[in-house]
C-alpha cells in the first residue's frame, strides 16, 4: 500500500487527533477503511463522530459504468487535504477530519473517498464533513476517469483555486444548509 501523508512524524500539524498508527490524511490505491479513518480522528470527549464514504456507483450520467480509475497528485492531493482541515478548523475549531482517498481502479461499490469528522457536538462534525468533501471537489489534485459500456471520459476534476474565496465561500454555504 502507498500512502501518503502529512511530511515528517505522519501526525497533523492542524489537530494533533489521530494515531502514528493511522494519518489523518492519505492518498492510496489499497481499498479505504471508514472504520479506521473514523478511529484516526475519534477521542473520547467526543459527542459526534460522522462518517462519509463516497462510493463508485454503476449509473452516471444516462451510462452503466464499469469501474472509475483514480489519478492524484499525492503529495499535493495531502496538502490539500491539510488545508481543508485548516479551513474547517477555523468554522468549527473543535472538529477534527480525516480525509482518505483511493486511486487506481476502484470497482463498482467500493469507495473512493472516507471523510471522517469528530467533534462534541453533532452540528459541528456534520457540517465539517459536507465542508471537507465540497473542498476536496474543489481543490484536490485527483482526477477521475470514468470507463462504462461503451467509452470512456474523464470526469473534470479540481476546478477552483485554493485561495479563491468566493469558492471556499459556496463550499462553506453548501456545508451549512
Not at 111 to 127: G, L, Y
Not at 132 to 160: M, N
Request: charge should be neutral.
Amino acid at each position: 500500500m502507498r500512502r501518503v501523508s502529512a511530511p515528517g512524524t505522519g501526525r497533523s500539524t492542524i489537530s494533533g487527533g489521530y494515531t502514528e498508527q493511522m494519518p489523518a490524511f492519505v492518498v492510496t490505491v489499497a481499498p479505504l477503511d471508514p472504520a479506521a479513518v473514523a478511529a484516526a480522528v475519534a477521542r473520547s470527549g467526543d459527542g459526534a463522530l460522522t462518517t462519509f464514504v463516497g462510493l463508485v456507483r454503476e449509473r452516471n450520467a444516462g451510462r452503466a459504468v464499469l469501474w472509475l480509475d483514480y489519478e492524484a497528485f499525492a503529495p499535493l492531493a495531502v496538502k490539500a487535504f491539510e488545508r481543508i482541515a485548516a479551513e474547517a478548523a477555523e468554522k468549527w475549531p473543535d472538529a477534527r477530519i480525516a480525509i482518505h482517498h483511493r486511486t487506481g481502479r476502484v470497482a463498482i461499490g467500493e469507495a473512493s473517498i472516507v471523510i471522517a469528522a469528530a467533534s462534541p457536538h453533532r452540528a459541528d462534525a456534520f457540517a465539517a464533513s459536507r465542508y471537507a468533501i465540497e473542498r476536496v471537489k474543489q481543490i484536490a489534485p485527483i482526477w477521475k476517469h470514468e470507463h462504462f459500456e461503451g467509452g470512456d471520459v474523464w470526469i473534470e476534476g479540481a476546478t477552483a483555486d485554493p485561495a479563491d474565496e468566493a469558492a471556499r465561500q459556496a463550499a462553506l454555504e453548501r456545508a451549512c444548509t
